[in-house]
């Protein structure tokens, strides 16, 4: 695993619901296995990984019917509740629409998650994890970031024909955003359409600082902390 051989690379553990078709009963623990592997593997006991995901909904591609989708987010949502990782959310829409059944189901299973962790005293509770190149509307960013979760933003932000997602994103608070780059798709303006790597991640910062009337220095700082805290590198 490329985490355990460098120091600044971590890792997250989950079936994407576009892979969700060959689930079983014992993927679940397939994944807990993975995880406890990682623990004894570590020369210092830290394990390097730090979520569950990526996971989510996807009811654009539909390679899964959509309960089946619903039943296996819910089951790894259970497990990263368990072991205490934050959930890395995948969230697309039909015709890639804003808003539609697939926000408005994924809103209802993770309202019912983060429910279920405050009553248990879970301490994902304060830091539930982030919903992944977020593509969403208004209503759906305020829902998701009221009950704690952050909003990732990648290149298309840059994109010029993409006012509707710079005028959300000028609007959140630097506090609940995470820079994201969703390689090897989405590379930021001026390399749309090369393939992305994290060295592009400042071009997204430097656009959010745009937006937002800061300076590069400060989107780095605080988003950069703001990782830090979800995960707790």
């Keep these: 695993m490329l985490a355990e051989r460098h120091q600044m690379v971590f890792s997250a553990i ?6 969700a078709l060959p689930w079983d009963d014992r993927s679940i623990d397939v994944l807990k296995e993975l995880y406890v592997s990682a623990s004894k593997s570590s020369p210092d006991g830290r394990n390097k990984i730090v979520a569950v995901g ?17 039943s296996i987010l819910r089951d790894q949502m259970m497990l990263a509740a368990d072991l205490g990782l934050q959930v890395i959310l995948h969230m697309r829409e039909k015709k890639d629409a804003e808003f ?13 998650w983060t429910r279920d962790l405050k009553a248990t005293a879970n301490r994902l509770a304060r830091h539930p994890g982030v919903i992944h190149s977020f593509s969403g509307n208004h209503v759906t960013a305020e829902k998701a970031i009221e009950i704690g979760f952050l909003i990732g933003v990648t290149g298309p932000v840059t994109y010029s024909n993409n006012r ?12 609940r955003i995470l820079l994201e780059t969703d390689a090897p798709f989405l590379s930021p303006h001026p390399k749309r359409g090369q393939r992305n790597e994290p060295a592009n991640i400042p071009l997204v910062a430097a656009k959010i ?4 009337g800061k300076t590069l220095a400060e989107v780095a700082d605080l988003t950069s902390a703001n990782a830090k805290n979800l995960f707790s590198w």
């Design 100 to 112: 539609g059944d697939c926000a408005s189901d994924l809103l209802e299973i993770i309202t019912d």
């Design 54 to 70: 990526e996971i989510g909904l996807d009811y654009y591609w539909e390679a899964a019917p959509r309960e089946q989708q619903r």
């Design 14 to 19: 989950g079936v994407q619901p576009n892979n």
């Design 164 to 175: 509707k997602r710079q005028e959300l994103i000028a609007g959140i608070p630097l506090e």
């Design 209 to 212: 600082a745009e937006l937002q």
